[in-house]
């Protein structure tokens, strides 16, 4: 639910340069679409098609799927391939391909007979495979085929040493599987990345994660094992690996916000005594760690005050404590404290979900208020604080000293004056840059109108803005384009699930190109690069990618020449009226590129006296 984001994501850290961020499978840029002529494309090697998405049902006819994996099997350009469910002979194609750096194979449990057998040659041989994602392989009700991880352990102990990140999430594996396939990646000595999240990880998998963690040569960064049940046995043995290990940065041993069927949420028992032991690998003075998740879990006020304290002196950038229901006041004034030291690097914090109201609210702003470090704040969720709460906040943070660039404030009990207090310390904040508002029903098209006027100002510094599922109106999207009219910073708008009608697409489409003269739209806002909202209009589509790919002297260019002189509009002699010495510039500013040739041929043939 957008409301309950916990923005978190597996991007790479900012400052890092870490290989892995290469290779995330991005479902939007794939085709999606497939058919006969896709398929054609994809045996013609087509350079063009380099991601390719395919679901189809286990009895599903239509194409000769021996074929399209073959045609798949032989392509050289292709990098990322997303398919639900397989058969042998589909299998058996693709295990031909070299070309794929990203393979991701979601919902196989329906599959018997081993299907990565038919895989395996495409395991052994393809150097190029770095990201692998494999989930749905257990069945809901009896966990994973045994044949299937059997094929899987196979494949994993022959895949190339090339594979920089792995994911095997999501598929009921029990402690002995997933201890057996990670025994599988010892070989992988180039691995970044490990997803495990979601399966039934007990003693021994975490045995067998030592081992790996404590090889000389791992080079291991990013460990995810949330909703796993690890308990205070488990922890120990984790500590000891992490407190052997120098690579690891990113540790998540968060959970699920709503826990999955047959698994209650104290099924993840790590009491104070375990947390206790954990906190030992914190205080380590050689840990590397800068993301830590540890949503959904049992943390207590005794717990969190043994965390954060481990966490003063460390290199700790990001912490997720979001949903930890048992969390009281004097848990969150340890936190609080920990934002103000000033040995704290913290820059993410997220404690969406907590147990915050009004009284809460103001400690929580104080400590913000007098943080130097902190760029990303997530409070979403906290219905516990009230209008006047939130009032109260917006009053204390954010302030002119503020070093926040991003706030999420989703699905919050934020109303018309709890948003026009926050406009005032917006204007008064000049580091803000993506705002997150979603959710927030309260507010009325009288209150998003005062917002939307924040976006006026000169000063606004707002890049990003999320405004999501708000039962906005067209009277709010109007003044929204309107506010947009002048506006230099904002990029990326999202208004998904609200009520848009013509009259305000119309809207947008004139501030983004105001077709009433050419110096109207050479002022046209060329800034906004995206809006995210059901049914935008093809021509507002088409301004926002010449934005997006433009400087905003091109973008400007671009729209005047399309606009003006292009599509049967004829204002060939504003050319006339030039004074000589501009009349070349503007020569050179038409012939820029092949976009202005057809203009700079009528201008030769209709003004040669010019010449």
Not at 164 to 189: M, P, T, V, W, Y
Not at 306 to 312: D, F, G, S, T
Not at 419 to 432: E, F, K, P, Y
Request: net charge negative; with cysteine.
């Amino acid at each position: 639910n957008d409301d309950d984001m916990s923005h978190d994501s597996d991007s790479e850290d900012g400052n890092e340069s870490d290989e892995q961020g290469r290779f995330d499978f991005d479902i939007d840029d794939s085709r999606w679409e497939f058919d006969e002529a896709t398929l054609r494309d994809i045996e013609c090697n087509d350079p063009d098609i380099t991601s390719l998405s395919i679901g189809w049902g286990a009895d599903d006819t239509t194409h000769d799927w021996e074929k399209v994996g073959i045609a798949i099997g032989n392509n050289v350009y292709m990098h990322t391939l997303n398919v639900y469910f397989l058969n042998s002979s589909f299998c058996k194609g693709i295990a031909r391909n070299r070309s794929l750096t990203n393979l991701q194979i979601t919902e196989i449990d329906s599959f018997e007979g081993g299907v990565f057998a038919d895989l395996l040659p495409f395991f052994e041989h393809n150097g190029n495979l770095r990201s692998l994602e494999i989930s749905g392989c257990g069945d809901s009700d009896v966990g994973c085929r045994e044949e299937n991880i059997r094929s899987l352990i196979s494949a994993l102990s022959k895949t190339k040493s090339s594979l920089r990140r792995i994911d095997i999430s999501c598929n009921r594996f029990s402690d002995e599987q997933a201890a057996k396939l990670i025994g599988s990646l010892d070989g992988h000595l180039n691995l970044t990345s490990i997803h495990i999240e979601s399966n039934e990880i007990r003693g021994e998998a975490c045995g067998a994660l030592r081992k790996l963690l404590t090889n000389p040569g791992c080079k291991l960064k990013k460990l995810y094992l949330g909703s796993n049940g690890i308990n205070d046995q488990c922890v120990p043995i984790l500590t000891n690996a992490f407190n052997k290990n120098n690579t690891v940065k990113t540790i998540s041993l968060g959970g699920e916000l709503l826990p999955r069927r047959g698994r209650r949420k104290e099924d993840n028992p790590i009491t104070i005594a375990g947390w206790h032991v954990f906190s030992s690998f914190l205080n380590n003075p050689n840990n590397l760690l800068e993301k830590l998740n540890l949503s959904c879990t049992n943390i207590d006020d005794e717990s969190a005050k043994v965390l954060v304290n481990a966490l003063v002196n460390t290199k700790m950038k990001s912490l997720d404590i979001s949903s930890c229901e048992s969390i009281g006041a004097a848990g969150y004034q340890a936190i609080f404290n920990l934002l103000q030291n000033i040995n704290s690097e913290l820059e993410v914090l997220n404690i969406s979900r907590g147990n915050f109201d009004d009284e809460l609210a103001i400690p929580l702003a104080n400590a913000l208020a007098n943080t130097t470090t902190l760029k990303t704040l997530n409070i979403a969720g906290n219905r516990s604080i009230t209008s006047t709460g939130w009032q109260t906040f917006f009053i204390r943070f954010p302030n002119a000293e503020s070093s926040l660039e991003e706030l999420i404030l989703n699905g919050n009990n934020i109303d018309d004056q709890g948003l026009a207090t926050l406009v005032d310390a917006l204007a008064n904040s000049n580091a803000i840059q993506i705002l997150h508002l979603l959710c927030n029903r309260s507010i009325s098209t009288a209150g998003w109108r005062v917002f939307s006027n924040f976006l006026r100002l000169p000063r606004s510094t707002l890049k990003e803005l999320y405004l999501n599922d708000n039962n906005h109106d067209d009277d709010v999207t109007i003044a929204f384009a309107n506010s947009l009219a002048n506006n230099t910073s904002l990029k990326i708008l999202y208004l998904d699930r609200n009520q848009h009608l013509s009259r305000g697409w119309s809207a947008f489409s004139d501030i983004l190109c105001n077709k009433s003269c050419i110096d109207a739209t050479f002022n046209s806002n060329h800034t906004l690069q995206e809006i995210s909202a059901t049914g935008v209009p093809v021509d507002i589509c088409n301004y926002l990618v010449i934005n997006e790919y433009n400087s905003k002297e091109e973008a400007a260019r671009q729209k005047i020449l399309q606009y003006h002189f292009f599509h049967g509009h004829d204002n060939i002699h504003v050319f006339s009226d030039m004074e000589y010495k501009v009349l070349p510039r503007a020569i050179a500013w038409i012939g820029a590129d092949d976009m202005g040739f057809l203009l700079l041929y009528q201008l030769v043939r209709d003004m040669p006296s010019l010449f």
